[in-house]
């Protein structure tokens, strides 16, 4: 018997569940982390994880640094060996992905230590008053037998 043009009371209540939450590909998840400085105690950025999507075990990388005395002095290299780890270990991902301003040479350069993949570069995904972004997206497998 149909219920509501469905095959059965599983897929029904399947199609429910999505009305309710959203179709999984956009129900995507945050994780992220305060950077402190170690000697203040001070916020000084934030680095985790968005557009998680668990499902599929993949999730884009973030960070950034609330002003520009804390850059170029390692803190987000530290940082990201401690949030790289935890994407693998703790959210099984088997894909990282990255989207970094083709300008932004100190992000380009981490992507590369961290063994991060360049696979595109796209224009336009952010449009910022007259101003277009055009950025280079990197992937990471934790896994290197997931390729």
């Not at 429910?16 to 950025?45: E, H, M, P």
């Not at 083709?102 to 350069?109: F, L, M, Q």
Request: aromatic residues 16%; contains cysteine.
């Amino acid at each position: 018997m149909a219920i509501f043009g469905h095959q059965n009371e599983e897929e029904y209540e399947l199609e429910c569940s999505r009305y309710k939450g959203g179709f999984s590909t956009y129900n995507l998840t945050i994780q992220f982390f305060q950077l402190k400085d170690k000697a203040t105690n001070a916020v000084i950025g934030w680095a985790g994880y968005h557009s998680w999507a668990k499902q599929h075990r993949r999730a884009e990388i973030f960070y950034s640094l609330k002003a520009d005395e804390w850059k170029r002095n390692g803190y987000m290299t530290e940082a990201l060996e401690v949030i790289l780890a935890y994407g693998k270990n703790e959210m099984n991902l088997k894909r990282i992905e990255a989207f970094v301003a083709t300008d932004n040479v100190p992000s380009n350069r981490l992507m590369e230590k961290f063994g991060f993949q360049k696979e595109a570069t796209i224009k336009h995904r952010y449009e910022f008053g007259d101003e277009v972004d055009t950025d280079h997206i990197y992937s990471l497998f934790p896994d290197p037998n997931y390729q």
